[in-house]
């Protein structure tokens, strides 16, 4: 009872997860399916974006050196020879003086360089427009390619597709993409106390919360979760559902068993394994010190706390860089009160956000460890490195947004 | 050709279409599937959460009283009489001068009101235990309801679930939970023009971007998209498709067919259905000037630009308004150039963000209006209101993120 851990320092766990976790394999989903997904490689244009010519307003497409000089007072006189028809090529050219009515987005018709805005214009009769004002050459125009050249490089590999991105790629006639396939990641909740969430606990009891919580936050970066059912605190039937887990996934996410506690035997199971390969045990990190990871040939098995509250943050902190392919856009905020901290200790402490005046402003929300409500208060956490002595109160501090 | 639009102000557009979408049902779910959605209504607790006095630490429960004084020095000293287990109420009861082993989360035994952390102990023979530092009532410890209160109201309406809070709710039994159910949501993309993605454009054509961008953004909104066929610019054509999408869905989005063309015939098609109401037609907005929206009975249908870019950015700023009930997170970025605006029109601006010594710096996305690569690489927008002319660069401005 009571042996201390040795702990590892926070930098170091997530380097050693990253190397031990296995990559990503690639499929190809069809661009409708590709919303939030990431790619698994570069991808390039195989087009030139717009394909042709286009005016960017409604008016007259015409040769710009014809509208040089023009003003109200003295209009430039176009002869108007035709009318571009949306989604058809001009079947006619454009002479000097001569003018054709184009809508947004219709080719501009060859002879022309340029797009005088309707505003700018009047018709006098049938086939003459005056011209109050001169446009230049490529005013109002969208060349071939001006947009996106056909070889140039879109998107990074990893790029996690938005609407926008889908949209790009909806352009340049791409149907499917070849994006990273999710990882399988097993849950298995363990402890004599936790019982399933529709029972009624007995004194000592606490319902399943991780089951459902570190499932939801799987789910929520893009990945297929598998719940497993409940086990106790004993080795055979821990190593039965751990051996199911390791078959079927590629992260086995273990809450509970991993504190010093009187059933903590889930590092002995672990490590009976064949080619099991302790990754850490014990980390400098609060809330979750007992957070443990071992490597099973190119399976990996995280054990978290199995208080829900250490559980989650430390998915946040430990687990979600491994699965989170999106750009994070943390935010600044000015911390409202001072929080202390252990230096040689990774702090990780949630906070609630309050906008005013052009500023963010972050409360620390402290209090009696592993409070459930507190996560729920929260909008992000502050991250307080191993080498600093706590944040000062009205400093500016990085948020991390849940 | 050219009769020039009477546009509305952007605030009072979107007041309109606020008081004109139909509510939200509701509906229940499972607890499983709750992640993302939107709670139908308050939500109280069932419970108090503890439900039973536990322990925060590894260690000893005890009478605080009876290590007052206790030092390094001079130890407590406490007759170690049993052991409290992980999931199950103690079988005994502590009397002065006892102490029994709790491990994190053990429920404490009656008579006990602290727990003292096993590193400031010694164990001394069998069952005697010295204290090494003296511990006030309630130290270590939870008491039933401090986290949460039976009653008490834990969520407020339209609160979008995350996964801390779907382990909230598990802690607390709830396996079910009602949640406003989803807009069904049709889109529509049309325009003589508009070809479908697999098909190599003609001269003059493009291919249909709308349909994919629109409806991811829709999804990723946690609500469901219908795509319908392209339709031409050709009224019996597009009145047909409008019908089949009100008869099936919430929203209709259309894209294409509004501005000022020679196709622009969508707003009579629009009024044609009895019972139509036109919203507005035209918005001081820009870029979407020839936005438009019309209510037909309880149904919505909202005109979009045919340009990709602008049909994007009007589907943010004015349709996610009324599909979003997540809480925005804007950055407050430090803007590195002027932009110019015009007072009298809200202008939307794109901008990429760059993080910088404990600051975000936005660089607005200008170039032609209509680039389709813009929005790609941006990571948000500037909103310019109609009474503003412009934004200073080194001003401070608010983005929010796509």
Chains 1, 2 share one sequence.
Request: hydrophobic share 40%.
């Amino acid at each position: 009872m009571g042996e201390f851990l040795k702990v590892m320092s926070y930098e170091e766990a997530v380097l050693r997860l990253r190397k031990a976790i296995a990559s990503q394999q690639a499929e190809e989903c069809t661009l409708g399916e590709s919303s939030g997904r990431a790619l698994s490689g570069l991808l390039y244009s195989p087009e030139d974006v717009p394909a042709f010519d286009r005016s960017t307003v409604d008016g007259y497409a015409l040769r710009a050196m014809d509208s040089f000089g023009a003003s109200e007072a003295l209009p430039a006189f176009f002869q108007c020879v035709g009318s571009v028809l949306m989604g058809a090529g001009p079947d006619f050219e454009l002479g000097s003086g001569e003018c054709a009515w184009i809508p947004t987005g219709g080719m501009l018709p060859t002879g022309s360089d340029a797009a005088l805005m309707v505003e700018y214009t009047e018709k006098l009769g049938d086939d003459t427009v005056l011209a109050y004002r001169p446009v230049s050459p490529g005013e109002n125009v969208m060349l071939t390619g001006e947009d996106i050249r056909c070889g140039q490089v879109l998107f990074p590999e990893r790029h996690v597709l938005r609407p926008q991105d889908i949209g790009l790629l909806a352009s340049l006639g791409l149907k499917t993409v070849s994006v990273l396939k999710p990882y399988q990641v097993g849950i298995i909740s363990s402890g004599d106390e936790v019982i399933p969430i529709e029972s009624q606990p007995q004194p000592g009891q606490v319902r399943d919360v991780n089951s459902f919580s570190l499932a939801a936050a799987v789910a929520r970066l893009g990945h297929n979760a598998s719940n497993y059912p409940l086990v106790g605190d004993e080795a055979r039937q821990l190593k039965a559902m751990v051996a199911k887990s390791l078959q079927d996934n590629d992260l086995t996410l273990l809450s509970g068993g991993s504190s010093v506690g009187i059933a903590d035997f889930t590092l002995d199971v672990l490590l009976s394994f064949p080619d099991a390969e302790l990754l850490f045990h014990g980390l400098a990190v609060k809330p979750g010190k007992p957070t443990l990871a071992v490597k099973i040939n190119d399976r990996l098995i995280i054990g978290l706390p199995g208080h829900p509250v250490s559980a989650l943050m430390m998915f946040h902190v430990v687990v979600q860089p491994l699965l989170d392919n999106s750009k994070p856009y943390p935010l600044f905020a000015r911390l409202l009160q001072n929080i202390a901290s252990q230096p040689g200790r990774d702090d990780f402490v949630p906070v609630s956000l309050q906008e005013e005046a052009g500023q963010w402003s972050a409360r620390p929300l402290l209090g009696k460890s592993g409070l459930m409500g507190i996560l729920s208060r929260a909008d992000g956490y502050i991250h307080i490195g191993a080498v600093e002595q706590g944040l000062a109160g009205g400093s500016i501090c990085r948020v991390a947004l849940f």
